[in-house]
């Protein structure tokens, strides 16, 4: 169960935890100043509403810290120790941040040791609630309960999302057999019954079904279709409950109607030119933040090279519309890497990769030049990843939809990156495009925003790096 919002779909147990969190946090300084002051006579002299005000800082910024760090992502399968890092991580610099604040803004100071104990108090709140909240709340209060229409092998795409991270937004009640399908789904998860739809779903207590046919011409049960509709129960396609509940467009169940007729893939003026506004006032801050560190970083690489090593690597990738431009990044690798003039793909511990290019790679440091390419309008801080000519040409002859990448600009980081580990394949490329189509279809500026912040645990915890 969820709603969508500026085109992402949002997962209603997830909000909740938000919310929860939100609670948690505050709660942790309202405690934390009743345990330094001890309801002393300080207090009264003490601003409660500096307290209050303190308190909704260090609140607002806990939650986008816990956001960057991934800990609302609706796919997060880090185990006990993974979260307990992100948790005080995310703290941490939450606290950071609120210092910060608080010496920006005199008027909401409170004393350091009410911040530390309150974020002491916030650690053990969040990762207890993050321990036990999928256990003790009821889940299935949350979830839909869906009706899949179909045996056969589309209907196996949903029969194997079955990790609990994949189920978080619905629980399957049942297949049933469609005309002209093979079974192949696990026989007891069918249902076979006399009834017509609408019956079993009002006494299976059905909230969605999914249509998931292998053959549907001249066998859609449009009438009992409509008669569920009509009692507001939901009728979805395969291909948008998977992008629902995947976060990925599945291009193996996609009809190209599907694209044409349905929801997003809107690019207009507007989304263009507030896209290029926030590329050009989020780099030009970016840049001059990590002019220190390319500093360090191009120093590194002449030291462990020599003097007349090249700092930079100037690289063929094709942008939007298919438009070739040269791709600046820190050199990694040794000097010609590819003497032969062939393009390699990058391998998982190449031994191409230079000592100071292992560190810049796995923090990501390398792609920091690029900032430059998004100054120049060749691309955006959030796209898909741009890709060699000689690959493009490879991947869109065996690829369906491949070209489609170009209809936007190329980014540094992207919702592909976030989601699919580090793309060294032509498979790899094929899981990563269906990412990529998702944020195309629901790209906007508040979706790239929450792929900036998350792209920081990517980061921290060198997610995908080679």
Not at 135 to 158: C, M, P, Q, W
Request: charged share 20%; hydrophobic share 50%.
């Amino acid at each position: 169960m969820g709603f969508r919002l500026a085109g992402h779909h949002i997962q209603v147990s997830v909000v909740i935890l938000a919310m929860l969190d939100a609670a948690a946090v505050y709660c942790a300084m309202l405690g934390s100043s009743i345990l330094v002051y001890r309801f002393a006579s300080h207090v009264a002299s003490h601003s409660s509403a500096a307290v209050w005000d303190s308190g909704m800082l260090f609140t607002s910024v806990t939650f986008v810290s816990a956001l960057a760090f991934g800990l609302y992502s609706a796919r997060q399968r880090a185990r006990t120790m993974g979260i307990l890092f992100r948790v005080i991580a995310a703290v941490g610099i939450a606290l950071a941040l609120t210092m910060i604040g608080l010496y920006l803004l005199p008027q909401m100071w409170v004393e350091r040791r009410v911040l530390v104990v309150a974020g002491v108090l916030a650690v053990a709140m969040l990762l207890i609630f993050r321990l036990g909240y999928w256990r003790l709340v009821d889940e299935t209060s949350f979830k839909n309960r869906v009706l899949v229409y179909g045996t056969g092998r589309h209907a196996t795409h949903i029969a194997n999302l079955r990790r609990r991270s994949d189920q978080r937004g619905f629980t399957v009640v049942g297949f049933v057999p469609a005309p002209g399908d093979e079974s192949v789904v696990p026989a007891d998860g069918i249902i076979r019954s006399e009834e017509n739809l609408l019956s079993l779903c009002l006494r299976e207590s059905v909230d969605e079904i999914i249509i998931a046919m292998d053959e549907r011409r001249n066998s859609l049960p449009i009438r009992q279709l409509l008669d569920c509709r009509l009692a507001g129960i939901d009728v979805t396609e395969l291909a948008s409950f998977l992008e629902r509940e995947t976060g990925r467009v599945r291009i193996d169940v996609l009809y190209p109607s599907w694209l044409i007729l349905g929801e997003g893939f809107k690019r207009g003026s507007f989304r263009l030119q507030s896209a290029r506004a926030f590329d050009l006032f989020a780099a030009s801050i970016l840049f001059i933040m990590a002019c220190p560190l390319m500093l360090i970083t191009a120093l590194a690489i002449k030291l462990e090279d020599g003097w007349k090593a090249p700092i930079f690597y100037h690289q063929e990738r094709v942008g939007f519309a298919g438009k070739v431009f040269k791709l600046l990044k820190f050199r990694s690798m040794v000097v010609n890497a590819e003497s032969a003039g062939q393009a390699v793909w990058a391998q998982k511990k190449d031994s191409r990769v230079t000592r100071v290019g292992s560190v810049i790679r796995l923090l990501r440091i390398d792609e920091l030049p690029q900032i430059l390419n998004v100054l120049k309008g060749e691309m955006g801080l959030v796209g898909p990843r741009p890709e060699r000519p000689q690959f493009v040409q490879q991947l869109a002859e065996k690829i369906p939809y491949y070209i489609e990448r170009l209809s936007v600009k190329p980014g540094i980081t992207g919702w592909a990156q976030l989601c699919y580990p580090y793309g060294a394949s032509e498979k790899d490329a094929l899981e990563k495009l269906q990412y990529d189509l998702y944020y195309i279809k629901n790209g906007n500026l508040l979706f790239d925003l929450a792929i900036l912040l998350q792209t920081v645990e990517v980061v921290i915890m060198g997610k995908g790096a080679r």
